[in-house]
């Protein structure tokens, strides 16, 4: 599952208690967090991980903030074995990284990360250098499995970071392919993640997008048959209601998806 937590925005208590209710029903092996805050005051990471009895990796992106460290996190049921981190591409005062944990699975381990592009409408040169380095970083990564990858991009699937991303354009020179997993098993759904529906989006008048995506890749051209391995067997988006307050747990929905490994 990726969520992007809105770090202590808005109602966070009732957004966070919302959360923590509705995780162990959604019961994901893996989250991938973006925008939490870890601080003596409120640690959202750390909350979440307790009610899923999951491993914590942490990674600060902005230590300056002035609540507390936001950063990007993982959160695993499963055995966490290492975890690397980079800096992406980022403008002066806002920057951007991208957190990688090996995870231990029956069938081997797998590369998971997350990350969380630049936001700004247009800033889509600064986002398609940030995908490159992401992209470089997470084909580097050693993994026995198809690794899987995601987090809020701040853009919609016709944006040149998601086509370059999915193979089907080059940027700076360099091709990849991933596979978009909502639009694998959806593909003429919209699949909102950033929705107006949401009373924290609806101040907002740019239009409703799919910006949070999952996306599994696979380990040669050999093993990409349909059935085999990094197959996306089903994607969902979740956390797309609110509590009986009408509180939404953060200004995004969430993804959810299963693959096969």
């Known amino acids: 599952m990726t969520l992007n937590v809105w770090n202590t925005q808005g109602p966070v208590e009732a957004r966070m208690?919302?959360?923590?209710?509705?995780?162990?029903?959604?019961?994901?092996?893996?989250?991938?967090?973006?925008?939490?805050?870890?601080?003596?005051a409120i640690d959202q990471?750390?909350?979440?991980?307790?009610?899923?009895?999951?491993?914590l990796v942490f990674d600060v992106v902005d230590p300056e903030s002035?609540?507390?460290?936001?950063?990007?996190?993982i959160l695993s049921r499963l055995p966490v074995r290492a975890h690397e981190s980079a800096a992406l591409p980022?403008?002066?005062?806002?920057?951007?990284?991208?957190?990688?944990?090996?995870?231990?699975?029956?069938?081997?381990?797998?590369?998971?990360g997350t990350t969380h592009l630049s936001w700004e409408l247009d800033a889509a040169i600064k986002r398609e250098r940030q995908a490159v380095a992401a992209d470089r970083f997470m084909r580097d990564f050693p993994s026995d499995l198809p690794r899987v990858w995601g987090g809020d991009f701040n853009c919609a699937p016709d944006a040149e970071v998601v086509r370059f991303l999915t193979g089907r354009c080059s940027l700076e020179g360099q091709a990849t392919y991933w596979r978009?997993?909502?639009?694998?098993?959806?593909?003429?759904?919209?699949?909102?993640?950033?929705?107006?529906?949401?009373?924290?989006?609806?101040?907002?008048?740019?239009?409703?997008?799919?910006?949070?995506?999952?996306f599994a890749g696979i380990p040669h051209?050999?093993?990409?048959?349909?059935?085999?391995?990094g197959t996306v067997v089903d994607a969902r988006v979740t956390l797309d209601e609110p509590d009986e307050n009408g509180v939404f747990s953060s200004d995004h929905f969430a993804v959810v998806v299963d693959v096969q490994l």
């Open 221 to 229: 051209q050999a093993q990409g048959l349909e059935g085999g391995a």
């Open 66 to 73: 002035a609540g507390g460290a936001v950063g990007n996190a």
């Open 90 to 112: 980022s403008p002066p005062g806002d920057p951007r990284r991208i957190l990688c944990a090996s995870i231990e699975t029956p069938s081997g381990k797998v590369a998971i």
């Open 17 to 40: 208690r919302h959360l923590v209710r509705k995780l162990p029903t959604i019961a994901p092996d893996v989250v991938l967090l973006q925008e939490v805050r870890r601080s003596d």
């Open 180 to 214: 978009d997993a909502f639009a694998r098993r959806h593909p003429h759904a919209d699949g909102w993640t950033w929705c107006r529906r949401n009373p924290f989006v609806g101040r907002h008048i740019e239009p409703d997008r799919r910006i949070d995506f999952i």
């Open 45 to 55: 990471a750390a909350a979440l991980a307790a009610v899923m009895d999951a491993t």
